[in-house]
């Protein structure tokens, strides 16, 4: 099992910036990728980034050069750095974490919202 807790959301101005944190504890020496997703109001919940064990990252069009993602192994953390937010990136961010065992487990956090004002 692996609990994910998220932090760092909050409201911003479009140009602004926001750094997010998620902490992963239980069994989180075993997760092989963190990321991060996110759902608007009325729309499907989305990859914006994810970031393999061995350092392997990938980003959603719509974020790339603006998205940073980072993972601290050590204290099993994962970062999303967001530069440049627009008002449409206001949604609920969810850590996610997936373990490849003998089939493949998907872990979520609770969300933490974001908000870009125009």
């Known amino acids: 099992q692996v609990q994910l807790v998220e932090s760092g959301g909050g409201l911003v101005q479009a140009g602004g910036s926001l750094r997010l944190s998620c902490v992963a504890s239980?069994?989180?020496?075993?997760?092989?990728?963190l990321g991060w997703y996110r759902q608007a109001p009325g729309k499907q919940r989305e990859l914006v980034a994810g970031?393999?064990?061995?350092?392997?990252?990938n980003y959603a069009d719509f974020v790339k050069g603006r998205f940073t993602i980072d993972r601290d192994n050590a204290k099993n953390t994962v970062f999303l750095q967001m530069n440049s937010l627009k008002p449409e990136d206001t949604a609920v961010y969810y850590c996610?974490?997936?373990?490849?065992?003998?089939?493949?487990?998907?872990?979520w956090g609770q969300g933490t919202q974001v908000t870009v004002s125009s």
């Open positions: 239980g069994s989180a020496t075993s997760i092989n990728v």
């Open positions: 970031m393999t064990s061995g350092g392997t990252t």
């Open positions: 996610n974490a997936r373990v490849i065992g003998n089939r493949l487990y998907t872990y």
